[in-house]
């Protein structure tokens, strides 16, 4: 077999989540897709900021698409949808121009001036381009679409007569799932008023499914109204404008989080109505803040984007949201320093393993299938307390430690590990300053590292990594710890500060057998005189 027939080999029966997926689509179209192509879409609500919500599911069905591709020659297309139809139901906080904002209220977002002032279209138009900056910066391959423009460009116009012509069908799913003073006002067709060019939610009448024409009392003015529901003179109400959109594009695949199973549910029935089948796809846990508590875009908790690439690379961030998809995940500050360490370590696993492992490694398809050499001489962990211990956000310092533990890297050689000393940097100074409280060491553990110190100044100063380890458990074993990890916390909490910590022969190779005694000679200065 070539490499290529080996990988389609391992990819059809692999058990890694995105090839779950894709199998899906294989059931769904035994004898490859009539249309000549499988369709993905996500979904975007440009109603605030892009968050990372909006940001895995593009990564997340990618992954899918990939993997896909790994088992099929089928072509496909992944279009990242923006609902910037949807009325402004409140004016988000925070955004500035609050009183024009409100003038917009009900509005379809992508009617609603920027508030920024930076020139875009439309409050809508700001925020989608700030979302495909963010994919683009991934370099996700992905065809932006937006609702206001299929709506006012006639794209969803036969999917809109459809809708019209299957009206009654529609409200028997709807009607239902309602409570009882909602379905009195219940439409599926949102009247545009031409008048206030709001969008209303009011009940509406069809005239002529045909003509697509429409009719509705105007709340304000008490009038009835006949209008064109074609053209962007009218959008659809939530799941029955998902189950249109479906049918329109012919979308094969959407994932979901979990908050809208019930609206998966509903739109899978309209779609039928219309004549389609509903999406292929899953319900992914939404990600909690580090409290636990589901991450909202209003209460602003849990990490942006942004934040995340603050203080760790693309790749870690691609890497967290890989995993475990229907696990309930905390996405806070605290995940990142791991994260990075353990996208490390699969990449540097990845070259040797069978392809059946390969397949499984989360690294495939972060990098989807192109997985680079693994080049990262240290680890966050490790980086976090060199900083901590060397006191200094000087970049030349740092990098003289690591020279000493990594002779072969610089920042030239290694550029990827220059911008892990600048992130674990910015960490260190966000996250980990104000957090770290030496203790003084407890008589044992003043008598263990007074040996330590004298087996340590007996070592060549280029000892390496892996010797000062072994020592380092000598004198552990030899001091009668009956755990050895607790002797390692000892030697964490006394020398760092911190309760965990790196590998300590490690640390001692990079910050320098020299400077390791001095932390030693602190430590032991803080034991109370007997
Ligand atoms: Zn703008």
Not at 515 to 520: D, G, H, M, Q, V
Request: glycine letters at 8%; aromatic letters at 10%; charged letters at 25%.
């Amino acid at each position: 077999m070539t490499v290529a027939e080996e990988l389609r080999a391992a990819a059809l029966v692999s058990k890694a989540w995105p090839y779950e997926e894709a199998r899906k689509l294989l059931k769904r179209y035994p004898d490859g897709p009539a249309k000549g192509e499988i369709l993905f879409e996500t979904g975007y609500g440009p109603s605030g900021l892009p968050h990372l919500g909006t940001f895995q599911e593009v990564a997340r069905t990618l992954m899918v698409r990939h993997a896909l591709s790994e088992m099929v020659d089928w072509s496909s297309r992944l279009i990242a949808f923006s609902d910037d139809m949807d009325g402004m139901r409140k004016v988000p906080p925070g955004v500035p121009q609050q009183d024009m904002m409100h003038a917009h209220l009900d509005q379809p977002l992508s009617r609603v001036p920027d508030p920024y002032g930076c020139g875009h279209e439309s409050y809508a138009a700001h925020n989608n381009n700030l979302l495909r900056q963010f994919l683009d910066r991934f370099g996700f391959d992905y065809e932006f679409l937006s609702s206001s423009d299929c709506y006012n460009g006639g794209r969803f116009d036969e999917a809109l007569h459809q809708v019209l012509r299957r009206y009654g069908a529609i409200m028997d799913v709807m009607l239902p799932t309602l409570r009882e003073e909602r379905r009195q006002t219940y439409s599926p067709v949102l009247p545009i008023s031409p008048r206030s060019g709001k969008v209303l939610q009011v009940p509406v009448e069809v005239l002529d499914a045909e003509a697509g024409l429409i009719r509705y009392t105007d709340p304000a003015t008490g009038q009835p109204v006949e209008q064109s529901a074609l053209g962007g003179g009218a959008k659809l109400q939530w799941k029955v404008d998902w189950a249109m959109r479906w049918y329109a594009l012919g979308v094969d695949y959407e994932m979901s989080g979990k908050d809208l199973i019930d609206s998966v549910t509903q739109s899978s029935k309209i779609v039928r109505i219309l004549g389609a089948r509903p999406p292929e796809g899953f319900n992914y846990e939404l990600f909690l803040d580090e409290n636990g508590e589901k991450i909202s875009k209003t209460r602003g908790n849990g990490v942006t984007i942004d934040e995340w690439l603050t203080y760790a690379p693309e790749e870690s961030l691609a890497f967290y949201i890989y995993r475990e998809p229907r696990k309930a995940k905390q996405l806070s500050f605290g995940v990142i320093p791991k994260a990075v360490d353990e996208y490390q370590q699969f990449l540097a696993a990845y070259p040797a393993q069978e392809v059946e492992k390969k397949l499984g490694n989360p690294v495939h398809h972060v990098h989807a299938g192109k997985v680079p050499e693994a080049r990262m001489p240290l680890s966050f962990a490790l980086l976090l307390n060199l900083v901590a211990v060397a006191s200094t956000d000087d970049k030349d310092l740092l990098w003289g430690f690591v020279k000493r533990y990594a002779s072969e890297a610089s920042p030239e050689t290694h550029p990827e590990l220059d911008a892990l000393i600048g992130y674990a940097l910015a960490y260190f100074r966000d996250f980990v300053a104000g957090s770290l409280r030496k203790r003084a060491p407890e008589p044992n553990e003043a008598e263990a590292l007074r040996d330590l110190d004298r087996r340590l100044a007996a070592l060549p100063a280029a000892a390496p990594a892996e010797e000062i380890q072994n020592l380092v458990f000598e004198v552990g074993k030899a001091h009668g710890f009956e755990n050895l990890r607790e002797w390692f916390r000892a030697l964490y909490e006394t020398l760092l500060g911190t309760s965990q910590g790196p590998r300590m022969g490690s640390f001692i190779a990079l910050y320098g057998i020299d400077n390791s005694r001095k932390l030693i000679a602190e430590a032991l200065a803080l034991v109370p005189e007997a």
